[in-house]
């Protein structure tokens, strides 16, 4: 089974970035969709982006164009998320999935909390 650990979370202030990352252990990222999600308080969690096993990108949801970019290293076997123009609003816990393509997710990852605070 695998394990997914985030990392990259922290406090940043508004207009900052952050790069999260999705790493795995015990089994290759390379054959699977990883997806990237975010649950703020008090509210349902929201699809970000998903990166198929061809390198293929499908981005979710009416964000700001551009805040989010979803890549993968193979030879890290780990998929980042970058944040660009962080707001308040995206003070979050960030959270990385993976499954046989996306919208089909098998294991999910802890998470990381983002907290954009001036």
């Known amino acids: 089974q695998s394990q997914l650990v985030e990392s990259g979370g922290g406090l940043v202030q508004p207009g900052g970035s952050l790069r999260l990352a999705c790493a795995a252990s015990?089994?290759?990222?390379?054959?699977?969709?990883i997806g990237w999600f975010r649950q703020a308080p008090g509210k349902g969690r929201e699809g970000l982006a998903c990166?198929?096993?061809?390198?293929?990108?499908?981005y979710y949801g009416p964000y700001e164009k551009g805040q989010f970019t979803i890549s993968r290293d193979y030879a890290k076997n780990t998929v980042y998320l970058q944040i660009a123009s962080l707001k308040p609003g995206d003070t979050a816990v960030y959270s990385c999935?993976?499954?046989?393509?996306?919208?089909?997710?098998?294991?999910w990852g802890q998470g990381t909390q983002v907290t954009v605070s001036p």
């Open positions: 990166i198929r096993s061809d390198g293929k990108i499908e």
């Open positions: 015990r089994v290759t990222l390379d054959g699977y969709s």
């Open positions: 999935a993976s499954g046989s393509r996306c919208q089909i997710w098998d294991h």
